[in-house]
């Protein structure tokens, strides 16, 4: 089912990378999503929101121009069922897989609900430590785009913030590492410290990936934990 005014094919994405479960499909002007915080129950959920979403837009697998999914940094269980459904999906019906970071699918989300144009992520790592993120709107394509580089670091290490600059944070690492994060980063005009990623923000970044060819065959698809030491 091709978008028949843009003609870009639909595109499936799929993220267990923390406690929620979500996944969406955008097939021309239309989207449908699925989204539960469902702790150590992905492998359960995953596969029927998939066809739950693709039913309700009325795509098949077939049609699908590529698979997105959160390829991390996050829990490693759940960034391995990810990468397992994106990979059998993509094997299946020979799609290419675009993956993308966590932490630039929670700023995607950042702009897409509070209109934020400057986002510092910090998800909760464990051991003492947080995946950090910084990202800024492109506005000629309403992206949110890295700033820096993806790292995990004790919260005392992250970056401090800019005199006078405005921006917001979101992330389970603002939840749990408050006062640290914020005595380097004081004053964010809106924290968001419960976010969690959701597969509706993986579609546009997906999308101009695929249309510059920005993908990977199926075997290619592996994850990204940002450090060696992996979390549950």
């Known amino acids: 089912m091709a978008d028949s005014g843009t003609r870009r094919p639909p595109v499936l994405a799929v993220d267990t990378a ?8 955008g097939a021309g002007g239309a989207e449908a999503w699925r989204h539960a915080v469902a702790p150590r129950g992905h492998a359960a959920r995953v596969l029927a929101m ?3 979403v693709l039913a309700e837009l ?3 697998v077939a049609d699908l121009g590529g698979v997105a999914w959160c390829h991390g940094p ?3 269980t759940g960034v391995r069922i990810a990468a397992g459904v994106a990979q059998g999906i993509a094997w299946a019906h020979r799609l290419p897989v ?3 970071s966590t932490l630039a699918v929670l700023a995607q989300g950042a702009h897409r609900r509070f209109g934020a144009t400057r986002v510092r992520v910090a998800m909760d790592a ?3 430590e947080v995946y950090w993120g910084e990202y800024a709107l492109e506005e000629a394509s309403a992206l949110m785009r890295a700033t820096a580089a993806d790292r995990v670091c004790r919260p005392e290490a992250v970056p401090e913030a800019g005199a006078g600059e405005a921006w917001g944070g979101v992330g389970t690492g603002w939840g749990a590492y408050g006062e640290i994060l914020a005595a380097r980063c004081p004053g964010p005009e809106r924290l968001d410290p419960e976010a969690l990623p959701d597969a509706r923000d993986l579609i546009p970044l997906a999308r101009e990936r695929l249309e510059r060819g920005d993908v990977v065959a199926a075997r290619d698809a592996v994850p990204v934990y940002l450090r060696d030491r992996v979390t549950g």
């Open 50 to 52: 998939i066809d739950e």
């Open 58 to 60: 009325g795509v098949q």
């Open 98 to 100: 675009i993956g993308v």
């Open 74 to 76: 996050g829990a490693f």
């Open 18 to 25: 923390t406690d929620a479960c979500s996944v969406a499909a």
């Open 126 to 128: 464990r051991m003492g």
